[in-house]
């Protein structure tokens, strides 16, 4: 049900209709589009949405818009008057306290209200009143820096000039370009971008790791108010996809089988981003559980499930580098030593989520706006899966919030950010071009959790080691077996050697078996 709702944001009254249970967040982006307030987490955890309440730093998307009616509300558009930076700000684009500036709102609305109860904070202060903002880029330290440093961004300050400015040479530290629009709150992420008559897409994603897909019914998700399609397996192509030309084993939707958590198994395209989420509750999916592979070197043994079919042992690419004589070299060796190395898990989540919007032009051309590293790996993919030519898609790379190769594609387990992405906007934008030609924004599946689940093929790294000794003490070579990822591919061994410079000037020598 939707009332009718006062708020005083920035100093000015704006009558909004919000519907039971709307977040201030949902408030402040979707129906007032001031997108200087981020969604990351979405669940009280990294502060990219941070606003103040009264003077108070909260996050917004904790609060249910209709307990703040009577507050006052500040985002980070309403610190700059008259285009003129305040203090912190300047402080912040000078000090380089930001790289994506995903997160720089939040941090600039929590460093603002220290600075208001307490002018000069010390470095413990700063840290304290930051620590619900999270920052996946800088290491913080630009960040305390600025707001150390602010004063001297007061008028009348020792320094009311932001160091820089002024040309002196090379190593002079020069403000990044975008750092004004990234304090302010103006620079555009991909879920900041509203297209008019856009509609929104989701995806379903798979609960459990690896399974049969029995039976699918969206009946109840297409009858609901609001929802213009819903896809699953049997409606995509059955072209098969993937960051690797030797790997093109995925599937748009899942056609009869899931292989992670979260592999996409249904999508839906509705007139909101909520009557979506609704829509995907109302998909019944049942499956059928397959055994679970979570170690590299029980995937490849005799007899061991398949993931793919198609792969034998699980292994789904072998390349070889072969270079020098190890084994001679070990002979020679004064000492040998070998040891196994366990890594762990790693996952580098950007803050900013990833989202992708299409928009189908009347003579088949498509512009796909999507937060990625690489806009020509997307281009090809999308022309890979569509069917048409790369000259009629146009791929635009609007601010990204955080980059660390997960937004790249195309770098092994990151790259599976970016195939859901390819998966979702493949599927979604085929409905919006066959029923609807409207622009979509389409979201990956479930939770941060659920997509770092998705997207992490546990990298449980073992290395077996063996290194030598030369006669003067060096290191000389070394000899490793690593096995890493069962996921949807299941890696194998691999050798890695390095040989003694003077004796073979190709220096490093690597020998992969599978990957
Ligand atoms: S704390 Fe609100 S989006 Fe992360
Ligand atoms: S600059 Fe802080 S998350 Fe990127």
Redesign the pocket.
């Known amino acids: 049900m939707f009332t009718a709702r006062t708020f005083t944001i920035n100093g000015q009254q704006y009558d909004v209709a919000i519907e039971d249970g709307e977040t201030l ?1 949902d408030v402040l982006r979707d129906r007032l589009h001031l997108t200087g307030t ?12 941070t606003v103040l309440i009264d003077g108070e730093p909260l ?4 609060l249910l818009a209709s307990t703040v009616e009577d507050r006052s509300i500040t985002t980070i558009e309403g610190l700059a008057r008259n285009g003129e930076l305040t203090p912190l700000q300047k402080s912040f684009v000078a000090e380089g306290g930001l790289q994506c500036g995903y997160c720089t709102p939040g941090m600039v609305l929590s460093a603002t209200a220290l600075l208001e109860r307490n002018p000069d904070p010390s470095t413990d202060e700063i840290k304290d009143a930051l620590a619900g903002n999270l920052c996946r880029c800088t290491g913080y330290t630009g960040i305390l820096r600025a707001v150390e440093r602010c004063k001297n961004y007061l008028e009348g300050g020792q320094c009311a000039k932001p160091r820089g400015v002024e040309p002196s040479g090379v190593g002079a530290s020069i403000p990044r370009i975008d750092a004004a629009d990234k304090v302010t709150g103006r620079a555009l992420y991909t879920a900041d971008i509203s297209l008019p008559y856009m509609v929104h897409g989701k995806i379903l994603g798979s609960p459990i790791a690896h399974g049969l897909v029995k039976r699918i019914d969206v009946s109840k998700a297409k009858a609901l108010p609001g929802v213009l399609a819903v896809l699953t397996g049997a409606d995509v192509t059955d072209t098969k996809h993937g960051v690797s030309p030797a790997r093109y084993d995925e599937d748009v939707l899942a056609k009869d089988k899931v292989r992670h958590i979260g592999d996409p198994v249904a999508a839906v395209a509705a007139v909101d981003e909520k009557t979506a989420e609704r829509a995907l509750k109302l998909i019944e999916v049942e499956y059928e559980r397959l055994p679970v592979l979570t170690d590299a070197m029980e995937a490849i043994k005799e007899g061991a499930p398949l993931i793919h079919e198609k792969y034998k042992s699980n292994i789904c690419t072998t390349v070889d580098f072969n270079f020098g004589d190890v084994e001679t070299a070990f002979k020679e060796s004064h000492y040998v030593r070998e040891e196994t190395f366990v890594g762990n898990n790693v996952f580098q989540s950007p803050l900013e989520p990833h989202a992708s919007i299409s928009t189908w032009s009347h003579d088949g051309n498509l512009t796909l706006y999507t937060s990625t590293q690489v806009p020509p790996y997307v281009q090809y993919m999308m022309a890979h899966l569509l069917h048409i030519p790369l000259g009629k898609i146009r791929v635009i790379r609007p601010a990204v919030g955080g980059g660390f190769g997960t937004n790249g594609g195309g770098v092994c387990a990151h790259a599976r950010h970016m195939r859901q992405l390819w998966r979702s906007t493949t599927a979604l934008a085929a409905v919006a071009r066959g029923r609807r030609p409207l622009p979509m924004v389409i979201w990956l599946p479930g939770s941060r959790w659920t997509r770092l689940l998705s997207v992490i093929i546990l990298v449980n790294q073992n290395f077996d080691r063996s290194s030598h000794l030369d006669s003067s003490g060096q290191v000389e070579e070394t000899d490793s077996h690593g096995r890493s990822s069962p996921g949807t591919q299941v890696g194998k061994a691999y050798r890695n050697h390095r040989r003694d410079r003077d004796r073979d000037p190709r220096g490093v020598g690597l020998d992969v078996v599978a990957s």
């Open positions: 967040l981020k969604k990351g987490c979405d669940s009280g955890d990294c502060g990219a949405c996050n917004s998307c904790l």
